[in-house]
Nanobody
Framework: QVQLVESGGGLVQPGGSLRLSCAASGSIFSINAMGWYRQAPGKQRELVAAITSGNSTNYADSVKGRFTISRDNAKNTVYLQMNSLKPEDTAVYYC???????????????WGQGTQVTVSS
């Protein structure tokens, strides 16, 4: 079993910054990719940013130039630095990991519990 624990959400004014963290723990052999998704009320969950084990990154067009994803492979942790936040960034942010567990050769995918980000004055 793998656990993904997120932290760093909260309330921030427009133009402000937040940093999200997600730490993976458990029976992990290797992590192929980690990413952040978000879901606003009444909308589908969408990819915000993702990063591979080789540090290749992918961003949603709406956050390019404002958000930065990074990871610490030694700590199995991924970060999302969010700058110049806008009200439309308000959502529950979910961490995702695509990994190979120690007990299997098949890659799996798991989600964190989510952390609320609210951008409002």
């Amino acid at each position: 079993q793998v656990q993904l624990v997120e932290s760093g959400g909260g309330l921030v004014q427009p133009g402000g910054s937040l940093r999200l963290s997600c730490a993976a723990s458990g029976s992990i052999f290797s992590i192929n990719a980690m990413g952040w998704y978000r879901q606003a009320p009444g909308k589908q969950r969408e990819l915000v940013a993702a990063i591979t084990s080789g540090n290749s990154t992918n961003y949603a067009d709406s956050v390019k130039g404002r958000f930065t994803i990074s990871r610490d492979n030694a700590k199995n942790t991924v970060y999302l630095q969010m700058n110049s936040l806008k009200p439309e960034d308000t959502a529950v942010y979910y961490c995702n990991a695509k990994y190979r567990p120690k007990w299997a050769t098949k890659a799996l995918s798991d989600w964190g519990q989510g952390t609320q980000v609210t951008v409002s004055s």
